[in-house]
């Protein structure tokens, strides 16, 4: 299997300011230059591409021996559109089989996760078991969805903590489908998606 890494990198957002150049680290390099320093211990600097309506951001790839893929809108124009048409807009030039769409702005989530993502997922395909990945954080907690619970009984019958339905959250940070299948559902996940379980530190996302 072939994979092409693509790191979605844009400035702005309506909930939170998305920042991928904010220093991190001892050093102080930019979160997107964390990420890919790290990505480039498991992939080859031809297999990744950073997408961005930035120059700024795109010069800074192009600087550390990356592709770039150039946006055409940034972040508030994208909100406007349906998000299946970003993620195509991504994925259609890059000429990989599969594709592993990686945060710029988890940068706990390491070429360990990576390298581990990678093995289970080529074991999957092959074996017709799942057809997509996503990291996910697991939790063992009492949820409510609006005004009601979602994963126990909120009477008199509550279920102890050791009984409950997990729970898990999509961290945002790394998901892997094969090309032809996000072009053709506009979506980078399928209908029977892995759960590739991370701790609480790689789940973590820099700007939420």
Avoid at 3 to 24: C, D, M, T
Avoid at 79 to 100: M, S
Avoid at 114 to 143: G, P, Q
Avoid at 190 to 198: A, H, Q, R, T, W
Wanted: aromatic share 12%.
């Amino acid at each position: 299997m072939n994979f092409g890494v693509i790191i979605p990198a844009q400035f702005g957002g309506k909930s939170y300011e998305r920042n991928p150049l904010q220093p991190f680290g001892k050093d102080g390099i930019s979160l997107l230059e964390w990420k890919i320093n790290q990505v480039k211990k498991t992939f080859s600097k031809d297999d990744i591409y950073v997408s961005s309506s930035s120059d700024e951001i795109l010069t800074i790839a192009r600087s550390c021996g990356v592709n770039v893929i150039k946006r055409n809108h940034t972040i508030e124009v994208e909100y406007n559109q349906p998000f299946g048409d970003i993620i195509t807009d991504n994925v259609k030039d890059v000429d990989r089989e599969h594709i592993v769409w990686i945060s710029p702005t988890h940068p706990f989530m390491n070429e360990l996760d990576y390298s581990k993502a990678i093995t289970i997922y080529e074991k999957a395909i092959t074996e017709c078991t799942h057809d997509s990945l996503m990291s996910v954080f697991k939790m063992d907690d009492y949820i409510w969805i609006g005004d009601k619970s979602s994963n126990y009984t909120a009477d008199k019958n509550q279920e102890y903590r050791e009984n409950l339905l997990p729970t898990y959250k999509v961290t945002n940070g790394l998901f892997i489908r094969k090309k032809e299948c996000i072009l053709t559902n506009n979506y980078y996940l399928g209908d029977s998606v892995y759960k590739l379980e991370v701790d609480k530190l790689a789940s973590q996302d820099i700007d939420s």
